[in-house]
């Protein structure tokens, strides 16, 4: 017992290593653009669209000490649904076996990145994982594992709008399934589901509250959807349909608007002119929602080639500069005492390049993702590997939504496609530990048997 404690607090250690090793080596928790958003939404009491306000808490709650309790508890959370997730999946008393997976992880796909960063991403994988456990695998799993699961899946869910809308497609999908095959897909893990979901909007709206005197969600669903639609030519067609029009301020510009959504957000005059989300937001979501009734083809056809393109949009490292100014002045601003720990980082030095990581972590995330429905498929027809098979399948469902949610209704970056691609990978080691095992390879250093 005392040696078998022991294996787990080294297998545990070295992973928590592995996991954090980039901020290590950065000597400071990653920062991104969107980093100093959420910070910064405490202290200016608004609803910005796309910074939840619960994530914001969370690092404000991490900042007086440089950050690094946030990163610490994002990476001991990755380690302990990892651990739980090979558990329910036949490998409980593997220690070995979750240090081997956390290495091939770290090093071959962006998972260490998500884990040493201050951003909401890593919430998404974690809380798809939650979600399946608590769903799936309820009866495998402790009682106090069980609530914890439900709290992970809800605070998951408040962090960000769209990593909600994937966990909503898998339950839908759950949904449907359980009306045919309830043995498949327990009802009572649907309405577990329900529940950490409901809990989850809860807490958005409690935090907001909290924050802007308000109850409210946080802002930016039709603003994003109508960036996609600028990018992809709609926007310029309503425009060219409906000017001139004294109820649409953009008339006035129709010609010089970019044909790129990062830009208008982020990078034009013409917006910040116009008054930004707050000043522009209704007539963005009118353009937005009256362009589908207008141009359903159009619609369509775009939205099917962003989500493709999201798909295999999942290079590590995106956003990760040292030109980050917002982030910069904001944590300068409400966290004075991190800032020469931040000046010194390598990330502000520009000592941080992604090419070299992307030359493996880029094509094994897409050979992991083609292989889900593989093991889909080899699974069903084994009840010892159903379970890896409902994994694969919920794996991909979550994918495939998150391109879409992510794709379609925003706008394709590696970012977001980054964030849930190393769960492919995490399904086919599981399934190649299930092989190793079936066909007893003795000795190797994870002790499969």
């Not at 991190?338 to 030095?349: G, L, S, T, W």
């Not at 769960?423 to 390879?441: D, E, G, N, P, S």
Request: aromatic content about 10%; hydrophobic content about 55%.
């Amino acid at each position: 017992m005392r040696r078998e404690s022991a294996n787990w607090a080294i297998a545990c250690f070295w992973s928590f290593a592995f996991l954090i090793a980039p901020a290590v080596w950065n000597r400071f928790p990653l920062l991104q653009w969107d980093t100093g958003g959420y910070l910064a939404r405490w202290y200016e009491g608004t609803l910005v669209p796309s910074r939840a306000v619960v994530y914001g808490l969370i690092l404000n709650a991490g900042a007086w000490g440089d950050f690094w309790p946030v990163v610490a508890v994002q990476v001991a959370l990755t380690i302990w649904m990892l651990a739980l997730t090979l558990r329910t999946h036949g490998f409980g008393k593997r220690p070995w076996l979750l240090l081997g997976i956390v290495a091939v992880l770290s090093m071959l796909t962006t998972l260490p990145w998500l884990t040493s960063i201050l951003l909401t991403d890593i919430f998404c994988g974690l809380g798809v994982l939650a979600l399946y456990l608590i769903v799936m695998r309820y009866d495998a799993l402790r009682r106090w594992e069980r609530m914890a699961l439900i709290v992970l899946a809800a605070v998951s869910a408040a962090t960000h709008s769209a990593t909600l809308a994937v966990q909503l497609a898998i339950l839908g999908a759950g949904l449907l399934i359980s009306l045919f095959f309830r043995a498949r897909v327990p009802p009572a893990g649907i309405a577990r589901g329900v529940i950490a979901l409901v809990l989850g909007a809860v807490m958005v709206f409690a935090a907001d509250f909290s924050v802007a005197g308000k109850l409210a969600w946080t802002p930016g669903g039709f603003a994003l959807s109508f960036g996609r639609m600028l990018q992809d030519g709609i926007v310029a067609r309503y425009l060219d349909d409906h000017c001139p029009n004294p109820a649409l301020r953009l008339c006035a510009y129709k010609n010089q608007l970019p044909r790129d959504a990062d830009v208008w957000f982020w990078g034009s005059d013409l917006f910040d002119k116009l008054g930004r989300f707050a000043g522009l937001g209704a007539e963005m979501q009118r353009i937005a929602l009256e362009s589908l009734i207008d141009y359903p083809a159009m619609q369509i056809e775009t939205a099917a080639v962003a989500t493709a393109k999201q798909l295999i949009d999942v290079h590590t490292g995106e956003g990760v500069l040292n030109s980050i100014w917002h982030t910069y002045s904001v944590i300068e601003a409400h966290a004075p005492w991190a800032v020469p720990a931040m000046r010194a980082a390598r990330q502000q030095k520009g000592e941080i390049s992604f090419g070299a990581l992307n030359v493996l972590d880029w094509p094994i995330g897409l050979f992991s993702m083609a292989l889900l429905p593989v093991i889909f498929i080899a699974a069903s027809r084994s009840k010892e590997l159903a379970p890896v098979g409902d994994l694969a399948a919920a794996i991909a469902l979550a994918i495939l939504a998150n391109a879409f949610v992510c794709g379609a209704l925003s706008n394709p970056h590696d970012r977001y496609g980054a964030r849930v691609v190393w769960l492919a990978t995490l399904v086919v080691a599981i399934a190649a530990a299930h092989l190793l095992m079936r066909r007893k390879r003795i000795g190797t250093p994870f002790d499969l048997l």
